[in-house]
């Protein structure tokens, strides 16, 4: 069954999405992936939309139709073009794990709307030609946590890929216990991964196709680098500068990945494929999310690392591109590097413009470095929560005698505060702070609402018993998370229980 093109909403017809002949993944061709349809799903229900998305789509009114159900539930094609899934590789934990490719996603196909082309795409929609052991499925928990966090990022300002909604199914899927499946239609302007191109480069070894990649890749999203001596090289720079500024968000908010292989990194410097992710609570800069991560590579403060190794892996993928004839007359691998380097100076000046404005500074000082450093460190050292911590910080008052006395009390170690409070106190009384101007600013850089596990956690046991009232109570919250929403459930913005220590979150998903 194909969807038509003018469904009816009450007798009247509503804006049908606007398919686009051939999205940049029909235009690579066939050694790009596979062309298959979506295997159908029994029962489809929707579990979760979300209308912020649906709005900035266009595309309201359709997501109340029959169609838009069929359609995100893989049980209907798109009028034109076809589904298909795009093969990559990437390294995983370090190690290289030749071929991947998308092996439970689906791209449906690339949508004209008013935010721009987007693609949209299914993921655990079946098997695919890459679905390796896997059963190409995606079960209604793991379902929840993507669309949830997705949204949630996007509400914090932190590039992501997008979740329109989770279409859920009775079909059992078997994980560590028996589950159902759910299928999340995810929006991005592209789903391509560092991965991709490490495929063109190793497995495929085929450089006209890594050539056709990047050329499809600049054209469409860094046209600044099309007339650059080197494109490869130009698109490594710019990649690296996104990265840097993804990887600084996810650190100034406390977010914590979980499996950064290169294959779970976006392209366009978007988060991208979320698994066992966190967001911290007890600031510890050692936590490690994913409970299958034994040796701590992906622990929150390594990721900024990480990220740099995974765009050396990304160089390594670029390089069947860059001689010594068309980078200037070098040496390629110096000039892969050259590029990269950028990587560490936008990193640490956007991560300390981001703790600048969580501590509400407007001025720069020389000291300013040490006064973050010393706070969390002194976080870290009594474990205060990360989120309640720097959304008091926004009540600070500077005055002569404050007292602070919220705030003072999330630390154990009251003289270290103390000591730490009066030089914050002091620093803010150079640059003429007002107490209150600084608060509503601080407001937007500290979050009072983030999507902690257990959160997700009880929405997911409530979605799982038929109640979907909580995972949309939730979902609203977060998209506001610098508001300070009284109506909103107190656990929300509250230390977590006793019992969300126990969770664990795997890559099992
Ligand atoms: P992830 O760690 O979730 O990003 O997945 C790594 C690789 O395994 C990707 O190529 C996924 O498409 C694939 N994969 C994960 N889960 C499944 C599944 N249930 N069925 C098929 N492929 C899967
Ligand atoms: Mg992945």
């Not at 600070?396 to 003072?408: D, I, M, R, V, Y």
């Amino acid at each position: 069954m194909n969807v038509q093109d003018q469904p009816n909403v009450n007798g009247r017809a509503v804006a049908a999405p606007q398919w686009r002949c051939a999205g940049l993944m029909a235009r690579l061709g066939p050694r790009f992936g596979t062309e298959l349809p979506p295997a159908a799903l029994p029962n489809l229900r929707w579990v979760a939309r979300s209308d912020g998305l649906a709005t900035q789509l266009g595309l309201t009114d359709w997501l109340n139709t029959p169609d838009a159900l069929a359609l995100l539930g893989g049980n209907a094609l798109p009028p034109i073009g076809s589904p298909r899934a795009s093969v990559y590789s990437g390294h995983q934990f370090g190690q290289w794990a030749g071929q991947l490719g998308d092996g439970r996603a689906l791209l449906l196909g690339e949508i004209d709307t008013p935010a721009g082309a987007q693609e949209l795409q299914l993921k655990g929609a079946g098997l695919t030609p890459y679905s390796r052991m896997g059963d190409g499925r995606a079960v209604l928990r793991s379902s929840i946590r993507e669309f949830l966090c997705s949204e949630a990022m996007a509400a914090l300002g932190i590039p992501t890929t997008r979740a329109l909604a989770i279409v859920g199914s009775t079909a059992p899927v078997r994980r560590e216990l028996m589950e159902t499946a759910a299928v999340v239609s995810r929006v991005a302007p592209s789903f391509i991964r560092f991965g991709h191109f490490e495929h063109f480069a190793h497995t495929a070894s085929d450089s006209q196709a890594l050539q056709a990649l990047v050329d499809a890749v600049v054209e469409q999203f860094y046209p600044d680098c099309q007339h650059a001596p080197n494109p490869a090289l130009a698109l490594l720079e710019a990649v690296s500068r996104r990265t840097a500024v993804l990887l600084a968000d996810w650190q100034a908010v406390g977010f914590c990945h979980g499996v950064m292989n290169t294959d779970n990194m976006s392209i366009l410097g978007l988060t991208i494929d979320y698994g066992p992710f966190g967001f911290l609570d007890a600031f510890d800069p050692s936590h490690i999310c994913n409970h299958s991560d034994h040796q701590g590579r992906y622990a929150f403060s390594r990721q900024p690392n990480v990220a740099f190794w995974n765009l050396h892996a990304l160089a390594q993928g670029l390089q069947p591109l860059v001689t010594a004839a068309n980078c200037g007359g070098g040496d390629p691998i110096d000039a892969l590097k050259a590029a990269m380097e950028p990587y560490k100076s936008v990193f640490a000046e956007t991560l300390q413009a981001r703790l600048r404005a969580k501590l509400g500074l407007t001025v720069d000082h020389a000291d300013d470095a040490d006064l973050f450093d010393d706070l969390l460190r002194l976080m870290a050292q009594d474990r205060t929560d990360y989120t309640i911590t720097m959304r008091l910080l926004s009540r600070f008052s500077c005055a002569e005698g404050a007292e602070n006395a919220a705030l003072q009390d999330q630390f154990i170690d009251v003289a270290k505060f103390t000591a730490w409070a009066a030089r914050y106190a002091q620093r803010l009384r150079w640059e003429a702070s007002v107490d209150a101007d600084r608060a509503a600013r601080m407001d937007r850089a500290n979050p009072k609402f983030v999507l902690r596990n257990h959160l997700a956690e009880s929405a997911i046991r409530s979605a799982q018993a038929g109640d979907f009232s909580e995972l949309d109570r939730l979902h609203k919250v977060l998209a506001a998370p610098y508001d300070e929403q009284p109506d909103a459930p107190a656990a929300y913005a509250a230390l977590p229980p006793d019992w969300a220590h126990q969770l664990e979150v795997s890559c099992s998903s």
